[in-house]
């Protein structure tokens, strides 16, 4: 199993705001029933690469249907294949050291 | 106010795990006591962008002083100007789009 | 036609270089005739999303053929859809503007 | 030395072109005689890093100077303090490789 993070910015918009935008991704992970986390930069998912990349590709042309000409997308993965790993798992991993 | 998560990467270290390099950092911004949300992805932090990229840099550094001769480090950050903004603010937002 | 830039990190490897792994993903591109450019940090290639994140899958993939068992990689798709971008477009209109 | 590579991405702007923004970024950069490459998914430059992200700074600053009101710039920064090397070393070294 495998994270990726995602990004999707849509440019040209004529306004900074781009929450329309997120909410259609979030929409779309809720109603697919795809577990992921929405932080303040972007949405975690977690899940093995090639299904991945293949929601990248849903996630990345939403914005393109709201009348935008060019998105950037930055996807970062994290595939670790020696353990299995969950999301929430690092950060529990983090806390317990810590304490 | 803008934020800034950031992902510090050590490589040729021998091993997989990097959750010791984690847990330097996020000791660091708990005990400066610096606003921050981990996530499995990497560390987001609130505050005026000469600072972030002064705390990244500290932050890029660290890993270092583990052996470590080689470091990655991303960084994005999100600076908006014409409202003010906080953790958290974004994911709020969606939710109620959402409701 | 899109743009991916594609930056793919073996973790825990034991030594700093990665440069065999970047050969291997390069010996690849030019095997398959992909027009490519390499950069001092990454690999940019020209096509249409669904194609480069294809490849994408395929590139993450070859690091682990090499007893590596963590690999982080970094994908940025820049997608215009309002006219034709082809690679080195970009750097010959801003060499334009400057002249 | 390191290396950094920046893509400072303004939104909405109400045109998908961000030709300007990036002949800003390189005409101050060639007036401070910076060593960069421009790429067709940003510019990489070479330096210390406290210089890096100083520089950073300033370039994400820019495009605020035009009117725009939300700036997204994502850095990477590799640093590898093993052994000197400086921009288009890794590429000559892949391509001996691949010879």
Redesign the interface.
């Known amino acids: 199993m495998a994270?990726m993070?995602i990004?999707v910015?849509p440019?040209?918009?004529?306004?900074?705001?781009?929450?329309?935008f997120?909410?259609d991704i979030?929409?779309y992970l809720?109603d697919q029933q795809i577990p992921h986390?929405?932080?303040?930069?972007?949405t975690?998912i977690e899940g093995e690469?090639?299904e991945l990349?293949?929601l990248?590709?849903i996630l990345?042309?939403m914005p393109?249907r709201r009348q935008v000409?060019?998105?950037?997308?930055?996807?970062?993965?994290?595939?670790?294949?020696?353990k299995k790993v969950h999301?929430?798992?690092?950060?529990r991993?983090?806390s317990q050291?810590?304490r």
């Open positions: 994270f993070e990004s910015v440019l040209g918009t004529g306004q900074p705001g781009v929450g329309d997120v909410a979030i929409a809720r986390t929405l932080t303040d930069m972007g975690i690469v090639e990349l293949a990248a590709k990345h042309e393109f000409w060019r998105v950037v997308t930055h996807i970062s993965i994290d595939d670790r294949r020696d999301l929430q798992d690092k950060i991993a983090v050291r810590l």
